[in-house]
């Protein structure tokens, strides 16, 4: 399944990590929008689980945006 950004939302809003994902901006960190690194943690791990891609700590640098997650995704799962 390919990513988008409304799927990778959908993702953080099922973490259960911010009251109102809609608010979010794809290209401000995560950090900013107020998901600390441990509610981080539980979103990398819920989308390695619903896109089936395994997301190393050494490309964390990555994915600290929802713009950012969508394209990692996508480019793994290419």
């Known amino acids: 399944m390919k990513a ?9 809003a099922e973490a259960d990590v911010l009251g109102d994902v809609d608010q979010m901006k ?3 960190p995560l950090s900013e929008q107020g ?8 979103v990398y791990l ?12 050494e ?13 990692y ?3 793994q799962l290419a």
């Open 59 to 71: 490309d964390l640098s990555q994915v600290q945006t929802i713009a950012g997650i969508v394209e």
């Open 46 to 57: 819920l989308l390695e689980e619903k896109f089936e891609v395994k997301i190393p700590d």
């Open 26 to 28: 794809n290209d401000t």
């Open 73 to 75: 995704i996508n480019n």
């Open 35 to 42: 998901i600390d690194s441990l509610d981080a943690v539980n």
């Open 4 to 12: 988008t950004i409304e799927n990778v939302k959908e993702v953080i």
